[in-house]
């Protein structure tokens, strides 16, 4: 395991260096602020309004930051030769995958706590006063949701070798089920087979990203969900993620390092 977290621990160093989670952040508090100064009215619905786009925009780049950080790890490797010098060592592909992704993910995680942490201290300003619990619910849902679009990214840098082709579908792929996802089976049952059977076979497929979607307790300041089917979520976004790494380890012991 020590291979694993050091792997970890460099992936987070290089993404700090690197400047899409600045970008990123300022673009955040900049809408954040905006929401701030729209409570200067007292118009509640506006807020809520503001609030929603700050926090939408927070998923958005979580979404971006997953995904573009995880597509490149493997290629980034590849070309700078260190892949071939990293699997030299007692180093095991396993590893690799593993100390791959758990760099991202935490650093994700990383990120995630600066933007709410921003977002929250300016919410708190106004409000006067935050439901703690909702929020570490909506938090720590989200961070384990991105468990599944890095694990995505990385298996998906082994089918295409252009870092941007992998980001783009990935991408596509996890607004299309967080949008979309949950209505696909509603549309399956309006449909002439077989493509209601199928398309309800994708529905039950795909990891549903939108279940982690809680951000409707910020927003109103409604109660905490069940903390049951909170752990039920959290397991639900490992058992996925680790189901992909799986997958993508397979295909990274068959295929050849060049």
């Given at each position: 395991?020590?291979?694993?977290?050091?792997?970890?621990?460099?992936?987070?160093?290089?993404?700090?260096?690197?400047?899409?989670?600045?970008?990123l952040f300022v673009l955040t508090a900049l809408l954040t602020l905006i929401a701030a100064a729209a409570?200067?009215?007292?118009?509640?619905?506006?807020?809520?309004?503001?609030?929603?786009?700050?926090?939408?925009?927070?998923?958005?780049?979580?979404?971006?930051?997953?995904?573009?950080?995880?597509?490149?790890?493997?290629?980034?490797?590849?070309?700078?030769?260190?892949?071939?010098?990293?699997?030299?060592?007692?180093?095991?592909?396993?590893?690799?995958?593993?100390?791959?992704?758990?760099?991202?993910?935490?650093?994700?995680?990383?990120?995630?706590?600066?933007?709410?942490?921003?977002?929250?201290?300016?919410?708190?300003?106004?409000?006067?006063?935050?439901?703690?619990?909702?929020?570490?619910?909506?938090?720590?849902?989200?961070?384990?949701?991105?468990?599944?679009?890095?694990?995505?990214?990385?298996?998906?840098?082994?089918?295409?070798?252009?870092?941007?082709?992998n980001s783009t579908l990935t991408l596509v792929a996890c607004f299309g089920i967080w949008l979309l996802?949950?209505?696909?089976?509603?549309?399956?049952?309006?449909?002439?087979?077989?493509?209601?059977?199928?398309?309800?076979?994708?529905?039950?497929?795909?990891?549903?990203?939108?279940?982690?979607?809680?951000?409707?307790?910020?927003?109103?300041?409604?109660?905490?969900?069940?903390?049951?089917?909170?752990?039920?979520?959290?397991?639900?976004?490992?058992?996925?993620?680790?189901?992909?790494l799986t997958g993508a380890w397979l295909m990274f012991r068959r295929r050849p390092l060049n």
């Open positions: 395991m020590r291979a694993v977290f050091t792997l970890a621990h460099l992936v987070i160093i290089e993404m700090v260096r690197r400047k899409d989670i600045y970008v409570n200067i009215f007292d118009d509640t619905r506006v807020v809520r309004y503001l609030k929603e786009i700050s926090l939408t925009l927070i998923w958005v780049s979580g979404f971006v930051l997953a995904v573009t950080s995880a597509a490149r790890q493997i290629p980034a490797e590849r070309e700078a030769r260190t892949l071939f010098t990293m699997l030299a060592k007692p180093v095991s592909r396993w590893q690799f995958i593993a100390g791959k992704f758990l760099g991202c993910w935490l650093a994700c995680g990383l990120a995630l706590l600066v933007f709410y942490a921003f977002f929250g201290a300016v919410a708190l300003s106004r409000e006067r006063s935050l439901d703690l619990a909702g929020w570490a619910q909506a938090i720590s849902m989200h961070w384990f949701m991105l468990a599944v679009p890095v694990a995505l990214a990385l298996a998906g840098s082994l089918l295409w070798a252009a870092p941007s082709s996802g949950r209505h696909l089976h509603k549309v399956a049952l309006g449909l002439p087979e077989p493509g209601a059977t199928l398309l309800t076979l994708v529905y039950f497929t795909i990891p549903h990203l939108e279940l982690f979607d809680i951000r409707d307790l910020i927003i109103h300041r409604w109660p905490p969900v069940p903390w049951v089917f909170w752990l039920g979520a959290l397991l639900y976004a490992a058992a996925y993620a680790g189901m992909i």
